[in-house]
């Protein structure tokens, strides 16, 4: 069955203080793997997709990892409008396009 | 560019009432989803379809019914509400690997 599991839950953080975050997945052939966001209120929105183990995309303070069973968020040095909550998705090698998402990781940062 | 309109955003229902929810795209994709979305849940995706005239089950499809009659909209319709299904609904549309999200419906059911 495919699952993908996020942690941690919730991950307080000062500002500049670096971490990252964890997404584990296991489906039946990954066609992609995605990275949103989500405010409170709003629908998520789009950061990046992972397409194979080695690959690495940046944004800003964000950097996404891919392996063949995780991938890693990590935000350097933060600050308080990167606060939101992450969502971590993956689309089997399937027709339909469609994602199985991860519970995400609330970050919260404090100036 | 609205994107994805969501229409309403929110809504009470008594039990065993209906309603349905339109989703609206602008960006002429063929892929379009209904997901819910529950604390510590995460999005759980209920219907979808692959283009106009067609819909498949997700995760999640009971209780609920989806219709795709023009490729620009999908609609989500609950036959009789039960509690269980107190939720955010969000849709998305997608072409390529990119899904784009609406900003959610939030409804109750009492």
């Known amino acids: 069955e495919d699952q993908v599991t996020q942690s941690p839950e919730a991950l307080r953080l000062q500002e500049g203080e670096s971490s990252s975050l964890n997404c584990s997945y296991t489906v039946s052939g990954l066609r992609g793997l995605f990275w949103y966001r989500q405010d409170p209120g709003k629908g998520p929105e789009f950061l990046f997709t992972?397409?194979?183990a080695g690959e690495e995309k940046e944004k800003e303070r964000l950097k996404a990892t891919l392996t063949k069973k995780e991938s890693f968020l990590h935000i350097t040095a933060p600050k308080p409008e990167d606060s939101a909550t992450y969502l971590c998705?993956?689309?089997?090698?399937?027709?339909?396009?469609?994602?199985?998402f991860g519970q995400g990781t609330e970050l919260s940062v404090k100036p | 560019n609205a994107g994805v309109t969501q229409t309403p955003k929110f809504r009470v229902l008594k039990t065993g009432q209906s309603m349905t929810l339109l989703c609206a795209q602008d960006?002429?994709?063929?892929?379009m989803y209904w997901y819910r979305q529950d604390p510590g849940m995460g999005l759980r995706l209920i219907h979808y379809?692959?283009?106009?005239?067609?819909?498949a089950k997700g995760e999640v499809p009971d209780g609920y019914n989806v219709s795709r009659l023009k490729k620009q909209n999908f609609l989500l319709g609950l036959e009789s509400a039960a509690p269980s299904q107190t939720s955010v609904y969000f849709c998305a549309s997608s072409f390529g690997p990119e899904a784009f999200f609406g900003q959610g419906t939030r409804l109750t059911v009492v």
């Open positions: 998705a993956v689309q089997a090698m399937l027709i339909g396009g469609k994602l199985i």
């Open positions: 992972l397409y194979s």
């Open positions: 960006m002429n994709h063929e892929y």
């Open positions: 379809s692959v283009g106009e005239g067609t819909t």
